[in-house]
């Protein structure tokens, strides 16, 4: 059975950090890349940021530039998030997602999230001003 399991979430003051880790089981680690995407209240789900197996590379929106990192380990077939400086519109449901390669670890990376293929159940960030 596929699981992925987000963990980590809580309530934080702006400012201040969490680091979420999403731990994926039943399927083979690195044929998969595991992207994490969040939904704020009233909006559309957004990819934050992602990592590309293969090579390591990374992808980070915008909005999170210099402020998140996402890490790999593929010993414990987990996925970190750590978000540094945390703002209150960071405020969202986050969850991490996987995606299977089939050429380019990367494009399957930077995918759009419909093209993801598992999903686990979400972890809440809220950022209190």
């Known amino acids: 059975e596929v699981q992925l399991v987000e963990s980590g979430g809580g309530l934080v003051q702006a400012g201040g950090s969490l680091r979420l880790s999403c731990a994926a089981s039943g399927f083979t680690f690195d044929d998969y890349v595991i992207g994490w995407f969040r939904q704020a209240p009233g909006k559309e789900r957004e990819a934050v940021s992602c990592?590309?197996?293969?090579?390591?590379?990374?992808y980070y929106a915008e909005s999170v530039k210099g402020r998140f990192t996402i890490s790999s380990d593929n010993a414990k077939n987990t996925v970190y998030l750590q978000m540094n400086s945390l703002k209150p519109e960071d405020t969202a449901v986050y969850y991490c997602?996987?995606?299977?390669?089939?050429?380019?670890?990367?494009?399957?990376?930077?995918?759009?999230?419909?093209?993801?293929?598992?999903w686990g159940q979400g972890t809440q960030v809220t950022v209190s001003s």
């Open positions: 990592i590309s197996s293969s090579d390591d590379r990374t």
């Open positions: 997602a996987a995606g299977q390669v089939y050429g380019s670890s990367w494009l399957t990376c930077i995918s759009p999230e419909n093209e993801y293929d598992y």
